[in-house]
């Protein structure tokens, strides 16, 4: 992404701004809220199918890193690390998923679905969302 790296981390970790610059986003509701640590009530569309789930996001600013650990929902335990990185050109932003199924019968499958079919296609629209939104605002500052 081309956008100062803090920028692009304090976008990615305002999950009140998410359903604004995120078309597939329906709502985010805050259960409990805090600077640093938020439960939250996520719900999206992929192709037309509502889904929605609950998470606690831990921000690090330390670190650069926002956590995420579904704790609802057919995605409950998957840990989601966003890193952003410099890199040449711009910052490396990568969202990175661990889903453990529950059930190993079904892990197949349910990685082809739940991984593929939802989480891959959802992430990969809430960075090119995000990427555009934040190097819109870097294009106008710098104009």
């Not at 999950?15 to 719900?43: F, G």
């Not at 969202?95 to 349910?110: E, M, P, Q, T, W």
């Not at 555009?132 to 106008?140: D, I, Q």
């Amino acid at each position: 992404m081309h956008a100062p790296k803090m920028s692009i981390f304090e976008t990615a970790a305002n999950l009140e701004l998410w359903p604004q610059i995120l078309p597939h986003y329906r709502h985010i509701r805050y259960l409990e809220r805090s600077p640093n640590r938020n439960i939250v009530l996520m719900a999206a569309t992929r192709s037309g199918i509502p889904i929605s789930w609950t998470s606690e996001q831990v921000i690090d600013r330390e670190h650069v890193e926002i956590h995420f650990h579904h704790l609802k929902a057919l995605t409950k335990g998957m840990h989601v690390v966003w890193t952003f990185r410099d890199a040449s050109g711009g910052v490396l932003v990568e969202i990175k998923h661990d889903l453990a199924f529950r059930v190993n019968l079904l892990a197949s499958i349910a990685d082809k679905i739940i991984g593929d079919f939802f989480i891959h296609n959802i992430a990969s629209k809430t960075l090119r969302c995000i990427k555009a939104y934040v190097e819109a605002r870097a294009n106008k500052v710098a104009t």
